[in-house]
Antibody, heavy 119, light 107 residues
Framework: QMQLVQSGPEVKKPGTSVKVSCKAS????????MQWVRQARGQRLEWIGW????????NYAQKFQERVTITRDMSTSTAYMELSSLRSEDTAVYYC????????????WGQGTMVTVSS | DIQMTQSPSTLSASVGDRVTITCRAS??????LAWYQQKPGKAPKLLIY???SLESGVPSRFSGSGSGTEFTLTISSLQPDDFATYYC?????????FGQGTKVEIK
């Protein structure tokens, strides 16, 4: 079945970086777009950015522009989101989601990765 | 960035009620709007895309409408499984945004 499996929880110190992975299976990864979204406890969903897997084109929310990099490895059908210069406010659950390009709708979601930033 | 404003923030309703949630965009987004349902501790689930297209497998009691700047999600007859938080997301501009969410509670 179509699924996205994310990497496990992370605990990071302020000022460091985190890289979350998202492995796709059951659908054509190269013909999809991936978005990354985060959610702090009790807060709304917050869009981070997206990548068109085939071309590698990316776009990031202005808030994260200087600190985030979204990449993909087509050989392993895996997308990555790296966030640098971490601060306590980055503590959240991070989700990846996939959209087949023909549909342009994010109908496949990962299970979420908890990232905790604490000294 | 385009701002998305959902209303109401919280909605109390009973099983069988007709429920409507509104999402307004700060500028036109054509029909590039999706609706998601989220339950505590779970990932969002796609309900509606392109403003009015029902995702496969989603019950027909869910429907979406609107274009431009005003959109609605309607649940025609609220069921026990529908108590959750609902989010709209615009994906028109290069930078996408979510609404603040609407929590549907049991009355």
């Amino acid at each position: 079945q179509m699924q996205l499996v994310q990497s496990g929880p992370e605990v990071k110190k302020p000022g460091t970086s985190v890289k979350v992975s998202c492995k796709a299976s059951g659908f054509t990864f190269t013909s999809s777009a991936m978005q990354w979204v985060r959610q702090a406890r009790g807060q709304r969903l917050e869009w981070i950015g997206w990548i068109v897997v085939g071309s590698g084109n990316t776009n990031y929310a202005q808030k994260f522009q200087e600190r985030v990099t979204i990449t993909r490895d087509m050989s392993t059908s895996t997308a990555y989101m790296e966030l640098s210069s971490l601060r306590s406010e980055d503590t959240a659950v991070y989700y990846c989601a996939a959209a087949p390009l023909y549909k342009n709708a994010f109908d496949i979601w990962g299970q979420g990765t908890m990232v905790t930033v604490s000294s | 960035d385009i701002q998305m404003t959902q209303s109401p923030s919280t909605l109390s309703a009973s099983v069988g009620d007709r429920v409507t949630i509104t999402c307004r965009a700060s500028q036109s987004i054509s029909s590039w709007l999706a609706w998601y349902q989220q339950k505590p501790g779970k990932a969002p689930k796609l309900l509606i895309y392109k403003a009015s297209s029902l995702e496969s497998g989603v019950p027909s009691r869910f429907s979406g409408s609107g274009s431009g700047t005003e959109f609605t999600l309607t649940i025609s007859s609220l069921q026990p499984d529908d108590f959750a938080t609902y989010y709209c997301q615009q994906y028109n501009s290069p930078s996408w945004t979510f609404g603040q969410g609407t929590k549907v509670e049991i009355k």
